[in-house]
């Protein structure tokens, strides 16, 4: 043989094959079943869903109305020193950034029935923010010894303060430093205080396991925009103070969307006068106003509410099954009728539709 000449394979050296092996799961030869829709199966559905979503429905909407709500926009009350000045305009001269403008505002209240709790109100407010969700540092607000060098680097530029990386914030972060600090008095009919109750508005867990307070806070400062340090958030109560502050705990879980309330009182219902509620009548809401909003194009607003098994007042949920349950009944009639007077049998379905074989 030549050289250079190309050899024969050796014998018995097999062709590589890429056919997949002969297996009922590789050759798709599993047992398989296809729904076939007929009107006689798609139209028992139609009605189905629908009269089991209406009464669904009605339930849920007449839950959620059944559910007393007030609601008071103050963003642009006015300044009690100052009638003829808003507060939201007060706080439009930096000079004034750190003070408290205070309003009142008297209101008339429906009858509320049964638990009545406060919230606040901010909108185009946006804490979902990637930067501002990340900027905090749980080991920090979970009580653990975090030195000031340790602490979260997405914190800045509220890690450490300006000038001396020696000492830092507690807590740090844009979360913190922007809390909600506006608050709020209530007497009903200008002779009876409305006891507001700052407990029990955080999550359980949140206060047992992710919030808990240092052994001491050497080295750390209040935040920038707070008027007093952590640790004297509410020095009447040591349970409510430091990171387990249920105000502050509130604050950090930052809300899903632009627009939102979060808890801020209870109504005290061991009160003679408001045991069953709070009466229907005049109330004098009277507000510190620390917090502009105006420079974000925002509102804030006080929201009294009562709440069912379903939660807090949301017509939404109860109009979308009425909405898709009506649907379905108009549909699964329209279908009926186009059934009964131009449909085929399944045995003409078929012929007409029948598979060619070649």
């Known amino acids: 043989m030549a050289p250079g000449t190309p050899t024969d394979s050796p014998q018995g050296e097999k062709t590589k094959n890429r056919r997949p092996k002969d297996t009922k799961f590789k050759q798709q030869k599993l047992p398989a079943w296809q729904p076939i829709l007929t009107a006689n199966t798609v139209l028992p559905a139609f009605f189905a869903i629908g009269v089991a979503f209406i009464p669904l429905g009605v339930a849920l909407l007449v839950t959620s109305n ?9 963003t642009n009350c006015k300044n009690s020193q100052n009638p003829n000045e808003t507060c939201a305009k007060f706080f439009e001269n930096v000079n004034n950034t750190g003070l408290i403008c205070r309003c009142e505002q008297e209101v008339e209240l429906p009858e509320f029935k049964g638990q009545v709790y406060m919230y606040y109100g901010l909108t185009n407010f946006y804490q979902n923010h990637r930067r501002y969700v990340k900027s905090r540092d749980d080991n920090q607000l979970n009580g653990q010894s975090v030195g000031v060098s340790s602490l979260n680097t997405d914190c800045d530029p509220y890690r450490t303060v300006k000038g001396n990386d020696s000492e830092g914030y507690a807590p740090c972060g844009a979360i913190a430093n922007s809390l909600f600090n506006d608050s709020y008095t209530m007497v009903f009919n200008n002779s009876v205080p409305v006891n507001l109750l700052k407990t029990g508005i955080a999550w359980v867990s949140d206060k047992s396991v992710k919030f808990n307070n240092p052994s001491n806070w050497d080295h750390m400062h209040k935040p920038p925009n707070w008027a007093r340090p952590v640790w004297e958030l509410d020095v009447n109560a040591t349970s409510n103070n430091g990171y387990k502050n249920e105000d502050l705990i509130v604050w950090m879980r930052t ?4 627009s939102f309330r979060k808890l801020y009182r209870r109504i005290d219902h061991s009160q003679t006068e408001f045991k069953d509620g709070l009466q229907a009548g005049t109330y004098k809401i009277t507000i510190d106003y620390s917090y502009p909003v105006t420079a974000f194009q925002g509102t804030k607003s006080i929201i009294l509410t009562t709440t069912s098994w379903l939660g807090g007042k949301n017509p939404f949920l109860g109009i979308a099954y009425l909405v898709v349950g009506s649907l379905c009944i108009i549909l699964g009639v329209i ?15 078929g012929k007409t539709f029948a598979v060619k074989k070649y």
């Open 335 to 349: 279908f009926s009728v186009i059934q009964l007077k131009w449909g085929k049998r399944v045995g003409d379905f």
């Open 255 to 258: 809300a899903a969307l632009p």
């Open 66 to 74: 059944n559910i007393t709500e007030f609601v008071l926009d103050y």
